[in-house]
Structures are given as C-alpha cells and as structure tokens.
C-alpha cells in the first residue's frame, strides 16, 4: 500500500550496531503495528500501537523497542542488533473508527529487508 | 485465535477458476474470517472477509457454509499474477488484542 512507507527498504549492518526502522502513513489510520517474518514462515507481530500514547508488546518483542512519535510515525529499533534478527520487517496500519474498526484488516508497507551480519 | 488449516500449496493455470479451502473447526461466534494475499517481497493486502455464506468483492469471492468450521476463497480466471502466498485469518474482529496469526500460508503458483 502506497499509502504506507518504510524506510530504509534494505539495510545491512554489523552485530551490536542499534538500527531504527521508520514507518509512516497518510491513510490517517490510529493503529499500527511491526512485524517480522523470515524466509518460509508467517508473519509474527513485534510491537503495536492503538494511539499515540498506547504501546503494546507482541509475540516477539524482546531484542526491539519502539517509538510512536505521532500518529502517522511508528519507529522500530534494534538496540544491538544481532544475527538472528536478519528478516523482512514489516509495518501495517488499520482504523479503529471503520465500520467493523477491525484489527483484521491491515494496510501493509512494502517491508524492509535487514540483514546483520 | 481459532487455529486454521489450509493447503501448502497449490497449482493452476491461466484462466481457471481456483478455489483454497481453510478449516477452522474451533471457530467462535464473534470470529469472522478474513484472507490476504501476499506477494514475494511484500508486505500482505487484504483481500476479503465475511462471516457467513457469501462475500464477493472485485477480487475474489468467499463462501462460508452454515457450520462455518470452513471456508473457500474463490480466484475467478487466475492470471500469472495471482501467482502469491494466500493466507485465511480467524478471529474476532473486534477484539484489541491486536495481534494477528498468519500461519504459513498457502502458496498458490499460476501456470501459462
């Protein structure tokens, strides 16, 4: 979705650098999420966020930490990062005030592929 | 989160219609059913939801049954470019929870 951006879109760094991962939107949508997934499996939730002053813990957020700047912004960083945190990273959006409000229908960015080495 | 179960994988050609059935025997009254697609290197994109018999949209059509422990999603005239990874979703979409399963997915490969 054109509508959500990441950058970088790829990025390789050494073990033990922190690297910070930006997400913004202009779908106006209130909730956003990270995610990561690696090579022949689904998508696992890192971090997400309902408002600007509502951070969540997901299945697999230790190694992360996350900043909601403003409602269009969600930053993911890596304090140290290291090697088995190699994957696709990817942030999506949804909106509480639709119709059904459901968390169930995400917008996605086009990722970002980190590779530590 | 009902558990679901769909194929691995499945091949078509150009021009079928291709249907991909999941199982959600645990699937709970306020839980509705919801499909992505996903693409290599990108992110996923909602396709469809319904709760039951039948949604249709531009892209694809959803049949759930009365039991509602099933549901298909139905790929009318596939092209090369449906060629992606298909995942069905359950769960109450109301809940804040705020996490969703995507499984493994079923890859779906289109042949000329």
């Known amino acids: 979705d054109a509508d959500v951006t990441q950058t970088p879109r790829n990025r390789i760094t050494k073990t033990g650098k922190r690297i910070m991962l930006e997400c913004s939107q202009t779908k106006g949508h209130d909730r956003m999420y990270w995610y990561r997934q690696d090579p022949g499996l689904g998508l696992r939730l890192i971090y997400y966020?309902?408002?600007?002053?509502?951070?969540n813990k997901g299945e697999i957020s230790d190694g992360y930490s996350v900043s909601r700047q403003a409602q269009a912004k969600f930053s993911l960083s890596l304090e140290s990062a290291i090697p088995n945190q190699t994957a696709l990273y990817f942030c999506?959006?949804?909106?509480?005030?639709?119709?059904?409000?459901?968390?169930?229908?995400?917008?996605f960015g086009p990722g970002t592929r980190l590779t530590v080495t | 989160l009902a558990k679901t179960t769909q194929p691995i994988s499945m091949d078509s050609y150009e021009g079928q219609e291709v249907n991909i059935t999941c199982s959600h025997n645990n699937i709970a009254t306020n839980d509705y059913i919801t499909w992505y697609q996903q693409f290599p290197s990108q992110g996923p994109r909602f396709i469809i939801q319904g709760y039951k018999t039948k949604v249709t949209n531009e892209v694809a059509s959803l049949f759930i049954p009365a039991d509602r422990k099933s549901s298909t999603l139905s790929l009318p005239r596939v092209s090369l470019s449906d060629t992606a990874v298909y995942y069905c979703l359950v769960g109450d979409r109301g809940s804040t929870l705020g996490r969703l399963y995507f499984g493994r997915g079923t890859q779906l490969t289109v042949w000329p």
């Open positions: 999506a959006t949804s909106d509480s005030r639709t119709r059904t409000g459901s968390i169930y229908e995400q917008y």
């Open positions: 966020s309902f408002d600007v002053k509502d951070i």
